[in-house]
Every structure is written in C-alpha cells, then in structure tokens.
C-alpha cells in the first residue's frame, strides 16, 4: 500500500507538536517546584499564611510587535510630521510602515489600534482628540507642539 504524501507532513507536524508539548510540561514541572520553594519561604515568615488563596497574575504576550512606550513615541512622531489630524487608522498605517509590518494583515492592524488608542489614554495632555462628521482624528496639543518645534 502506497502512503500518500501527507502522511509525512501530518508525521512531521505531530512530532513537532509532540516535542513543544514535551518542553512545556518539563517548563511546567520546574515552575511549579518554584512556587512550591515561595510556598515555603513565604511561611518561614508567616505561619499562618495559604498561599494557594493568593491572586495570580496573568501573564500577557506582547502580539504588537511593540516595545513597552514605543507606541506613544511613535504617535508624536506621525503626529509631528503630519500637517493635518490623524484618524486612528492612519496612524496605525504609517506605525506599521515605520517598523515595516505588513499592512495588508487586517487582524494585526487592529491590534496596532487598539494599542494606538491604549497609548493615547496616556497622552491626554498632549495629545487632542477631534470628532468632525463623525470622524474621530488626533493632533498633538498646540502647547505640546510648541514644545516639540
């Protein structure tokens, strides 16, 4: 019997999916025994205290391709070059063509806007949000421009 050539493909995507399981569960066994190490610090202190009812954080993967504060220094720099407001997408346009992301990815378009809108939380003072026709853009803040020249 003759095997079809997708069997060798299907074998190699399983023993590559076998082998990320396998690192994973060795990650795992190390993590837990040095929670089991905190544990045991933690009551050397405190006798009393129960660990397991202690909230754990989530970890979150950077997806942007963006480094922690290079999102807002790259709005001020859209921003500062452009001789009119920027909508949202526009500066998630010209962000993902300064780091050369691929911009027909929509899905990783939205996320750089999401990330964009999530910076220009921080950026209330500086930057100003303009709705016209219901369109909403931004602009850096005069006094913050004058700053900037």
Not at 84 to 93: D, S
Not at 97 to 117: C, F, G, W, Y
Request: charged residues 25%; proline residues 3%.
């Amino acid at each position: 019997m003759v095997k079809p050539p997708i069997m060798d493909a299907l074998r190699n995507k399983r023993s590559e999916v076998a082998g990320l399981v396998k690192d994973l569960e060795q990650l795992l066994v190390r993590h837990r025994a040095s929670l089991a190490h905190l544990d045991a610090t933690m009551r050397l202190f405190d006798t009393n205290i129960d660990a397991g009812q202690l909230a754990s954080n989530q970890h979150r993967a950077n997806t942007t391709g963006l480094r922690h504060g290079e999102c807002l220094r790259l709005i001020y720099d859209a921003l500062r070059d452009a001789p009119q407001p920027l909508t949202t997408r526009a500066l998630a346009e010209r962000i993902m063509e300064v780091k050369a992301m691929p911009s027909t990815d929509a899905a990783h378009r939205e996320m750089i806007q999401k990330a964009i809108l999530n910076s220009l939380r921080h950026a209330k003072g500086t930057i100003t949000r303009i709705e016209s026709k219901g369109v909403i853009s931004w602009q850096i803040h005069q006094a913050a421009r004058a700053r900037c020249q």
